[in-house]
């Protein structure tokens, strides 16, 4: 942590004391991040094990990531055991700026620091991870899924010419403000062959809701019937496909998995 030039404030000839050293921070040696509710994550932090000051000698805390400063509540919970620090927060989704789309998700700065009455840092955990790795940060993909992505009324109905494909897929966006996608492709299969193949234009996220995408597609029978025989006879339709986000960095894709049983 850098070392701030002391500060001389002259008061009837007095002369402050420099302020202290803030502690060197801990390193940050992976994350792990729990979904309370769609719009309330849990997240702790993992550095190695030390003698630190614990939560009892802290008022606030801070989380910065990149330069985005998030809010968080000032409750510090900070254990040591089983060999490691642990530093435990709620993040409201609400909370946090837009700043963060600038952010490279693959190359993560995290800074977390509790801090004493006064002002004082007294416990620094530091480090730079890729949000994408499950060796950095452990996500439960299935509550993600659960909570920011849902696949309604999904159908696979064979014509005599045609087969009619159709399904709303719910994209969940928990920020307080809007995310535009510049497109979304998706790819539907039943056992080892395509049903459905389909790319759709850009459009936007609105702020704490959910935008819906709708699937309604005609495809001629000869191009699904393999899929579709599949299907009927028991085998789960998988939709597959990625959503490419607008960033001021550039465009970053998010990949989407779902699974239908008939």
């Given at each position: 942590?850098?070392?701030?030039?002391?500060?001389?404030?002259?008061?009837?000839?007095?002369?402050?004391?420099?302020?202290?050293?803030?502690?060197?921070?801990?390193?940050?040696?992976?994350?792990?991040?729990?979904?309370?509710?769609?719009?309330?994550?849990?997240?702790?932090?993992?550095?190695?094990?030390?003698?630190?000051?614990?939560?009892?000698?802290?008022?606030?805390?801070?989380?910065?990531?990149?330069?985005?400063?998030?809010?968080?509540?000032?409750?510090?919970?900070?254990?040591?055991?089983?060999?490691?620090?642990?530093?435990?927060?709620?993040?409201?989704?609400?909370?946090?700026?837009?700043?963060?789309?600038?952010?490279?998700?693959?190359?993560?700065?995290?800074?977390?620091?509790?801090?004493?009455?006064?002002?004082?840092?007294?416990?620094?955990?530091?480090?730079?991870?890729?949000?994408?790795?499950?060796?950095?940060?452990?996500?439960?993909?299935?509550?993600?899924?659960?909570?920011?992505?849902?696949?309604?009324?999904?159908?696979?109905?064979?014509?005599?010419a045609a087969v009619n494909v159709h399904g709303l897929l719910g994209l969940y966006n928990p920020f307080a403000f809007e995310v535009a996608a510049s497109k979304i492709e998706l790819k539907v299969t039943a056992?080892?062959?395509?049903?459905?193949?389909?790319?759709?234009?850009?459009?936007?996220?609105?702020?704490?809701?959910?935008?819906?995408?709708?699937?309604?597609?005609?495809?001629?029978?000869?191009?699904?019937?393999?899929?579709?025989?599949?299907f009927v006879k028991g085998e789960p339709a998988t939709v597959r496909g990625a959503l490419t986000l607008r960033t001021p960095q550039g465009d970053r894709v998010i990949p989407l998995q779902l699974r239908v049983?008939?």
């Amino acid at each position: 942590m850098p070392i701030l030039p002391s500060l001389i404030i002259a008061a009837g000839g007095a002369v402050a004391a420099p302020p202290a050293k803030a502690p060197t921070a801990l390193r940050l040696e992976r994350m792990s991040v729990a979904v309370r509710t769609r719009d309330l994550l849990r997240v702790t932090l993992h550095a190695p094990a030390q003698k630190v000051q614990l939560s009892s000698g802290m008022a606030s805390q801070r989380l910065t990531l990149g330069a985005a400063r998030i809010p968080l509540a000032d409750t510090v919970d900070v254990t040591v055991g089983g060999g490691e620090t642990r530093a435990e927060f709620d993040v409201r989704l609400a909370d946090v700026p837009e700043a963060v789309m600038a952010i490279d998700p693959n190359r993560a700065p995290v800074l977390w620091e509790g801090v004493a009455s006064g002002g004082p840092v007294v416990l620094a955990i530091a480090g730079t991870v890729d949000l994408g790795d499950p060796g950095e940060v452990e996500v439960p993909v299935r509550d993600v899924y659960r909570e920011y992505v849902t696949l309604t009324d999904f159908a696979v109905d064979p014509g005599l010419a045609a087969v009619n494909v159709h399904g709303l897929l719910g994209l969940y966006n928990p920020f307080a403000f809007e995310v535009a996608a510049s497109k979304i492709e998706l790819k539907v299969t039943a056992g080892e062959s395509t049903v459905l193949a389909i790319e759709r234009p850009g459009f936007r996220l609105r702020a704490r809701q959910r935008s819906d995408v709708l699937i309604d597609q005609d495809v001629p029978f000869a191009e699904a019937a393999a899929g579709v025989a599949a299907f009927v006879k028991g085998e789960p339709a998988t939709v597959r496909g990625a959503l490419t986000l607008r960033t001021p960095q550039g465009d970053r894709v998010i990949p989407l998995q779902l699974r239908v049983q008939r």
